[in-house]
């Protein structure tokens, strides 16, 4: 009878089970840096935090951002918590944090951001090194770039779940325009040629945007040399030209991303700075002015070179602003407040929006050390046969 009893009072403090698809929603929801101290719970939680389609739904939250800056003449990747500081939760000492690199810098002349995305950091390092970086759980790989001058862009090819990094060659006369696309699922470089096309990128770091990167260009034209945005799509690799604002963006706009929208600004009369927005109707494209900010009291320099980053949570946009400071940009009420400045004088930086994740740069292949294979023979040539499409 006393077993009986004891039996049963058993069975009523057994702590019921929860299933493993509530256990990866309730997951997914918490920040990487928790994440990584839940690996060593057990086997299973192991597993669970490492599989694919987690770290995919884990990526879909999108928890955290923040602003990753690298500087010019100054061996440093620094992070920006912008929400903090435009909240005032944090001062600026406590929302920039100095990141340590995953590779010794040595003797080598500089380090600068190619592209984020989806946690993925594309560092350009010295003359010829590349690696694609997660700090968040501190796991890289090192690329080996082709040589040569080029013009870059980074992104997530969906359809093939694959990272891409291109980059566009100068045509140097050519009518062919050849791009080296490196895939990090086969780890390996490709090239990719175009013929027919008459267009030099201007931009050195392109724009992602949805899959697309993007760039200004011009064309020679026997008279006159004309402005374009040229995008290039990483599921297709087809280029594609697009049309800019207006005619009264001689010399092409600065691009950035605000939201879900490909943005353009430029400085009108030395005085304020428009924002215009691209819409996208089927193949049409449109651009929509949505703000002008006066920057009256600022210097040339820096109303000539506005580039837009992200909008914060309470519906201000983040601007760098001539390389050397970050803005927030008021635009119901047409004014801004200054959040960042160059911590070292006059030494330029360029910034771009980090989110924090679990994708590994080594998903595909599980080694750090690995080098990507170069295919001597390894080129397509791609006829264009669409206005407005290579």
């Known amino acids: 009878m006393m077993t009986t009893r004891h039996a049963n009072k058993t069975e009523a403090m057994a702590i019921p089970t929860i299933p493993n698809e509530v256990i990866a929603e309730i997951l997914s929801r918490l920040p990487v840096k928790s994440l990584g101290q839940f690996r060593c719970v057990s086997k299973p939680w192991l597993s669970l935090l490492s599989d694919p389609h987690f770290i995919k739904m884990h990526l879909k939250q999108r928890l955290s951002h923040k602003l ?7 061996f440093k990747i620094q992070s920006l918590d912008y929400e903090a500081l435009i909240s005032g939760d944090d001062d600026e000492k406590s929302a920039v944090k100095n990141l340590q690199l995953p590779v010794a810098m040595g003797s080598l002349r500089g380090v600068r951001i190619l592209g984020s995305c989806n946690g993925l950091l594309c560092l350009g390092i010295g003359d010829n090194d590349i ?8 796991e890289y790989k090192r690329l080996q770039e082709p040589t040569g001058l080029g013009s870059y862009g980074f992104g997530y090819d969906c359809c093939n779940d694959d990272y891409k990094l291109v980059k566009v060659i100068p045509r140097n006369g050519s009518d062919e325009i050849c791009v080296d696309v490196f895939s990090l699922k086969t780890n390996s470089w490709r090239r990719v040629c175009y013929g027919g ?26 008279k006159e040399t004309k402005f374009i945005i040229v995008s290039f799509d990483l599921v297709k690799e087809k280029f594609r030209e697009l049309p800019k604002p207006d005619s ?4 092409g ?4 991303v605000l939201g879900e929208s490909l943005c353009a600004c430029r400085s009108l009369f030395g005085k304020n700075v428009e924002v215009w927005a691209m819409k996208e109707e089927g193949a049409k494209v449109s651009w929509i002015k949505f703000a002008t900010v006066s920057l009256e009291m600022e210097p040339e320099y820096i109303r000539e070179y506005s580039v837009p980053l992200c909008f914060a949570k309470n519906g201000e946009a983040i601007m760098l602003k001539g390389g050397l400071q970050l803005d927030a940009y008021n635009l119901k009420e047409n004014g801004y407040r200054r959040i960042y400045i160059s911590p070292i004088g006059h030494c330029e930086f360029d910034g771009t929006l980090y989110v924090e994740s679990l994708v590994s740069p080594n998903a595909y292949d599980g080694a750090h ?7 001597e023979n390894a080129q397509e040539k791609v006829e264009s046969s669409k206005v407005g499409e290579v």
């Open 248 to 251: 009264e963006f001689a010399e």
């Open 68 to 74: 990753f800056m690298s500087f010019m003449f100054w």
């Open 253 to 256: 706009p600065l691009l950035g």
């Open 369 to 375: 050390s690995q080098s990507p294979r170069i295919g």
């Open 131 to 138: 690696i694609m970086w997660n700090p968040c759980i501190g």
């Open 197 to 222: 096309h008459s267009f030099d990128l201007v931009d050195d770091l392109g724009t992602l945007l949805n899959g697309s990167v993007y760039w200004q260009a011009k064309r020679e034209d026997t």
